[in-house]
């Protein structure tokens, strides 16, 4: 008997344009269940399983793996979560076809040498071609965008502290105004070029892990004139993505804000002007000695497979005076959330490994006395309260552990147990801070 409102198995797959045969697969591995089963397992769909549905097709059709695309379709197919996955899937396609026109000029550049009888690289050809090696270029930028978002807004919504975790290492730096601050935190436009003017310039600036480009969005309204930045990341997708943001911001503000009256936003000293964007292995940084007056690492230092090779790097462009400022986690940092996700399966490990045992709170200066003469701890003070179970289900999905293999398949279960658990709040402890080491030549 037909349920009213639900499409049943045969018309769902008719109208899906799948075979029946592919519904009970994605069923019993847990991509898309029927709303509901009757009494003789007859399998009945909704409209919302049909999103669902098309949605997970998308995800196929970019070229994301069945295990990629479970993990990524686990929530219920809501609006508000539909549209950002749909506006960045519309982003990634966009991406696409910028990296078909690169695969398009390969081949029109090979052919030329082919008939100019030249030899053809072919090794390189195969790079710039490979569809996995794009797939695959996709699927990171996806996976890693998303999971960052999660994270951020999480710590965005909840965060007790109202100086924000981006603007308080912003201050740190000593890129704030110098107004209530300390001599530890005395802008380093002033410290390093003397009064900072309209005209001054000179201070360089690096980021390594730049991520989604958060750190200068968040801080934009207060970065000095006389700055100039290299932003970079060891991941491609990643870099492209902050360079997009940043890039779209620069030119929303020379528009609004032109230079002494400069209405073409050319004139140097323009916000376009001040950041370069660079994909850079931090083993590796291909600079000068003695270039920049300040790097920022923000939580990106644990993931060095040699410390000493990087921390030399790192000093090697700091000129002297110059200063590294890293961040990095305590032991206590986020572990009641750890320990929720254990609670309802204790084989859940939200991390694969524990980035503050690499370098961490407790012995990040033991790390970095051997390159640099000074270095402080500065604790960040704050918690989350958390009262919204879907936001913190988000966070646990986007960690880098085993949990959705786990969750994937319960997760109304799981996210029933997450409400159950926060009705008056849940406390999450936060314990971060910035590590700040100064290149000191005697």
């Known amino acids: 008997m037909k349920k009213e409102g639900y499409y049943s198995s045969g018309s769902f797959a008719a109208k899906a344009h799948v075979t029946k045969k592919t519904l009970r697969y994605y069923d019993e591995h847990g991509f898309l269940k029927p709303s509901f089963v009757n009494e003789n397992g007859a399998r009945f769909y909704t409209e919302q399983d049909f999103q669902k549905m098309q949605q997970i097709q998308m995800l196929k059709y970019l070229g994301f793996s069945l295990e990629d695309i479970r993990e990524m379709t686990m929530k219920e197919a809501r609006e508000e979560s539909l549209v950002p996955a749909l506006q960045?899937?519309?982003?990634?396609?966009?991406?696409?076809?910028?990296?078909?026109?690169?695969?398009?000029?390969?081949?029109?550049?090979?052919?030329?040498?082919?008939?100019?009888?030249?030899?053809?690289?072919?090794?390189?050809?195969?790079?710039?071609?490979?569809?996995?090696?794009?797939?695959?270029?996709?699927?990171?930028?996806?996976?890693?965008?998303?999971n960052i978002s999660a994270r951020i807004s999480l710590h965005a919504k909840y965060a007790v502290n109202q100086q924000g975790w981006f603007p308080w290492i912003f201050e740190q730096c000593g890129l704030a105004s110098d107004e209530?601050?300390?001599?530890?935190?005395?802008?380093?436009?002033?410290?390093?070029?003397?009064?900072?003017?309209?005209?001054?310039?000179?201070?360089?600036?690096?980021?390594?892990?730049?991520?989604?480009?958060?750190?200068?969005?968040?801080?934009?309204?207060g970065i000095p004139k006389g700055l100039s930045v290299v932003i970079s990341d060891a991941s491609e997708g990643m870099l492209r993505e902050a360079k997009k943001a940043i890039t779209g911001r620069t030119k929303k503000k020379s528009e609004i804000h032109p230079?002494?009256?400069?209405?073409?936003?050319?004139?140097?000293?323009?916000?376009?002007?001040?950041?370069?964007?660079?994909?850079?292995?931090?083993?590796?940084?291909?600079?000068?000695?003695?270039?920049?007056?300040?790097?920022?690492?923000?939580?990106?230092?644990?993931?060095?497979?040699?410390?000493?090779?990087?921390?030399?790097?790192?000093?090697?462009?700091?000129?002297?005076?110059?200063?590294?400022?890293?961040?990095?986690?305590?032991?206590?940092?986020m572990k009641e959330i750890s320990t929720l996700a254990a609670e309802f399966d204790d084989r859940i490990v939200l991390a694969a490994q524990n980035l503050y045992e690499i370098f961490g709170k407790e012995n990040g200066e033991t790390i970095l006395k051997p390159h640099f003469e000074?270095?402080?701890?500065?604790?960040?003070?704050?918690?989350?309260?958390?009262?919204?179970?879907?936001?913190?289900?988000?966070?646990?999905?986007?960690?880098?552990?085993?949990?959705?293999?786990?969750?994937?398949?319960?997760?109304?279960?799981?996210?029933q147990f997450v409400e159950g658990k926060i009705r008056k709040g849940f406390y999450v402890t936060k314990d971060a801070g910035v590590f700040v080491a100064e290149k000191i030549v005697k």
Not at 206 to 215: H, R
Not at 266 to 294: V, Y
Request: net charge negative.
């Open 180 to 221: 209530n601050k300390g001599d530890e935190n005395k802008s380093i436009v002033r410290r390093q070029s003397g009064a900072c003017g309209e005209d001054q310039q000179g201070v360089r600036v690096l980021e390594l892990g730049c991520g989604n480009g958060s750190f200068w969005l968040e801080n934009w309204e």
């Open 88 to 146: 960045f899937q519309m982003e990634l396609l966009d991406e696409r076809m910028e990296q078909m026109k690169l695969v398009r000029e390969s081949l029109r550049d090979t052919t030329e040498l082919l008939q100019k009888g030249e030899a053809v690289d072919w090794g390189k050809l195969m790079e710039r071609t490979s569809v996995s090696s794009l797939e695959q270029s996709l699927r990171q930028q996806y996976l890693n965008s998303s």
């Open 259 to 333: 230079v002494d009256g400069d209405t073409t936003g050319k004139r140097k000293g323009d916000a376009s002007h001040r950041f370069q964007f660079q994909l850079i292995d931090f083993h590796e940084i291909p600079c000068e000695d003695d270039s920049f007056d300040l790097v920022i690492a923000n939580h990106v230092l644990f993931y060095a497979k040699d410390f000493d090779k990087v921390l030399k790097e790192i000093r090697r462009v700091l000129k002297p005076g110059g200063r590294l400022i890293c961040s990095t986690y305590g032991t206590k940092h």
């Open 374 to 415: 000074k270095v402080e701890w500065r604790q960040y003070e704050d918690h989350l309260l958390v009262t919204d179970a879907e936001d913190l289900v988000d966070y646990i999905i986007s960690c880098h552990g085993n949990q959705n293999r786990y969750i994937v398949n319960d997760y109304k279960a799981f996210r």
